[in-house]
């Protein structure tokens, strides 16, 4: 391939990038009670839910190293791109920028050119960044042209999440700067999104999480621009059916190019905990 995608793994890749040859992940680890658990194709989502559902402390993730990083972008390709967490939420994106510059620093790398995003989201945020990516270069545009198209997308993009519980955010200092959260006793949920910047924001709440999804749907319709022509993107953390239903009310409000649903991989299902939904547009 003349071009490779590095998605760092909280951007959960569909079968068909997976399949594609395009991408390559590069995993971040979680700790539960001093065990590493790697977020790449051994995860098991159930297992890991029952450790964190077993444990007093709170589940930590590390992002990957800049040598890490360096060895992603191996591979012969002339054009890398990386799409990482939201910088603001992660030092992944730091690590991908230092990867990329003791790479250049190597003479046999001169002429390649690597270009890392800060995608100011997460999960399927990441998911959307890399398909315009290969988008983008599918029509030919130049390495430059590409960078610039997908930035001016990222500003446009975004990011809607309803948890069941947001313990694991809170504790980890995610929610840092949130003031209206609700006491969960009385069942209160509320719909949180992203940020231009790419922190965290209270935008509603609703008591229940049903009203709270059919809340976020409508926030995501009053908001949502020229939305025939963006991909919907949803992924969820054990819990299909309420993802689908997500979808049919998303869709029943307004119309989009493309949809598609997958299952939260290692670091989204830490965060969002088991129940929770994330929403990209």
Do not use: W
Request: aromatic content about 6%.
């Amino acid at each position: 391939m003349d071009y490779r995608i590095v998605v760092d793994s909280c951007g959960e890749l569909t079968h068909r990038m997976k399949e594609s040859g395009i991408y390559v992940t590069a995993s971040l680890s979680m700790e539960v009670d001093g065990d590493t658990i790697v977020d790449d194709h051994t995860f098991d989502q159930a297992d890991f839910l029952r450790r964190v559902a077993a444990s007093p402390e709170c589940p930590k993730s590390s992002c990957p190293s800049p040598e890490k990083y360096m060895e992603l972008f191996e591979g012969g390709a002339k054009r890398v791109y990386a799409v990482t967490l939201s910088a603001e939420l992660s030092g992944s994106y730091n690590s991908a920028q230092l990867g990329r510059s003791l790479f250049l620093e190597e003479e046999k790398n001169r002429d390649v050119q690597i270009h890392v995003f800060n995608s100011r989201s997460a999960s399927v945020g990441e998911t959307l960044i890399a398909l315009k990516i290969q988008e983008c270069e599918e029509e030919g545009l130049p390495f430059d042209e590409v960078v610039r198209r997908v930035e001016d997308y990222i500003e446009e993009q975004h990011t809607y999440f309803v948890l069941e519980n947001l313990d694991t955010l809170r504790k980890n200092g995610r929610l840092t700067g949130i003031k209206s959260l609700v006491a969960s006793a009385l069942n209160i949920k509320p719909v949180m999104g992203s940020t231009p910047e790419g922190t965290i924001c209270q935008l509603g709440q609703a008591r229940g999480i049903r009203k709270a999804l059919a809340k976020m749907a409508e926030q995501i319709a009053r908001e949502g621009m020229q939305t025939e022509k963006k991909i919907l993107a949803i992924a969820h953390c054990n819990c299909a059916e309420r993802a689908r239903e997500v979808e049919r009310m998303i869709v029943d409000r307004i119309k989009v190019k493309d949809s598609f649903i997958v299952d939260t991989a290692g670091i989204s299902t830490m965060y969002a905990n088991d129940g929770g939904i994330i929403v990209v547009l």
